[in-house]
């Protein structure tokens, strides 16, 4: 049993993107987030995350260029700016 090249492109981003610099949530079907300047996560909703609340409480920055891969349906920044790839 192999990777599909269908699978391999989807964890790619090749099903586009969204770029979120507000304070609004941001839905759809996301595969991985990439944070174009400094950010802190207001809120993330994902079943792939063991106790992604403690992400949002304990106020991590990630940095510039540092990618956090994990499959989510809506997105909140507290500040900073990230393209949002779509699964």
């Known amino acids: 049993m192999g990777i599909s ?3 391999v492109q989807n964890s790619m981003g090749s099903g586009g993107s ?3 610099n ?3 949530a941001v839905t759809g079907d996301f595969i991985a987030i990439q944070f174009t300047e400094d950010s802190v996560l207001g809120a ?3 079943n792939y995350m063991t106790d992604s609340a403690n992400l949002i ?3 991590t920055t990630f940095s ?3 990618t956090l891969m994990v499959p989510c ?5 507290s500040s900073g ?3 949002l790839y779509k699964a």
């Open 81 to 83: 700016a990230a393209i």
């Open 73 to 77: 349906s809506s997105v909140t920044l």
């Open 22 to 24: 507000g304070t609004g």
């Open 44 to 46: 993330i909703s994902t």
């Open 57 to 59: 409480s304990d106020g």
């Open 18 to 20: 969204v770029y979120s």
């Open 64 to 66: 510039q260029g540092q």
């Open 5 to 7: 090249s269908i699978n």
